[in-house]
């Protein structure tokens, strides 16, 4: 069964107000200061090139294992579903393809935000920790079609594994950046996917 793979955060989920959250808890609680809109303005990229810029002398792993408690106790109720997500998911599910979430995210945690935003029952697989090149090995492992995010980052992984790269303009990167990154297409949100999919099932699958 052919492989359709999603990024999560800022493309299916808005979690930006969870992850500011969780990373300025975790360096106040190791009494560094955080710029808010620095960190917004970077969701979506690694937790290892976060924290090193707020609270450079803390061991990431510890670093990691307090903002991954306070996503769980926190964040999760933080999530809200992007428009367009969910006819998204099922448009693709409709047409008898397995959908693969592919996340800098943990897997657990994936999981997580996907129970709680109501897509865990679209979703086949989750590959976590993963971003730009690494995820491009991940959609190679299962040799996805397309891939769908909203970074820059994505875009890279979805061209490094041979995949078609849909960009939607609904995180921190414009759609001029993500045309510049070398976008197959750019979307506004995932309101439009569904047009393109049904245009991609007929003539470019």
Same mark, same amino acid.
């Given at each position: 069964?052919?492989?359709?793979?999603?990024?999560?955060d800022m493309t299916l989920v808005d979690s930006a107000d969870a992850i500011v959250d969780s990373v300025a808890h975790?360096?106040?609680?190791?009494?560094?200061?955080?710029?808010?809109?620095?960190?917004?303005?970077?969701?979506?990229?690694?937790?290892?090139?976060?924290?090193?810029?707020?609270?450079?002398?803390?061991?990431?792993?510890?670093?990691?294992?307090?903002?991954?408690?306070?996503?769980?106790?926190?964040?999760?109720?933080?999530?809200?579903?992007?428009?367009?997500?969910?006819?998204?998911?099922?448009?693709?599910?409709?047409?008898?393809?397995?959908?693969?979430?592919?996340?800098?995210?943990?897997?657990?945690?994936?999981?997580?935000?996907?129970?709680?935003?109501?897509?865990?029952?679209?979703?086949?697989?989750?590959?976590?920790?993963?971003?730009?090149?690494?995820?491009?090995?991940?959609?190679?492992?299962?040799?996805?079609?397309?891939?769908?995010?909203?970074?820059?980052? @994505?875009?890279?992984?979805?061209?490094?594994?041979?995949?078609v790269a849909v960009a939607v303009a609904t995180g921190p990167t414009s759609a001029d950046d993500l045309r510049a990154?070398?976008?197959?297409?750019?979307?506004? @949100?995932?309101?439009?996917?569904?047009?393109?999919?049904?245009?991609?099932?007929?003539?470019?699958?």
């Open positions: 069964m052919p492989v359709i793979g999603f990024d999560l975790t360096c106040r609680h190791f009494g560094g200061q955080v710029d808010e809109d620095v960190v917004r303005a970077g969701v979506g990229l690694p937790l290892d090139v976060v924290f090193p810029e707020f609270i450079p002398d803390v061991p990431y792993a510890e670093a990691l294992e307090v903002y991954r408690a306070r996503y769980l106790s926190h964040g999760l109720a933080m999530q809200t579903l992007l428009p367009g997500a969910h006819e998204s998911l099922a448009a693709v599910v409709d047409d008898g393809y397995r959908i693969l979430v592919v996340s800098a995210k943990k897997d657990t945690h994936v999981r997580a935000v996907l129970e709680q935003v109501g897509l865990a029952g679209y979703v086949a697989d989750v590959v976590g920790e993963r971003f730009a090149e690494t995820k491009a090995d991940a959609l190679r492992e299962h040799a996805a079609l397309a891939y769908v995010g909203d970074h820059t980052g @994505d875009v890279r992984g979805a061209l490094g594994a041979g995949a990154a070398g976008a197959d297409v750019v979307l506004a @949100d995932l309101t439009e996917f569904p047009t393109w999919w049904a245009g991609f099932t007929t003539h470019g699958s």
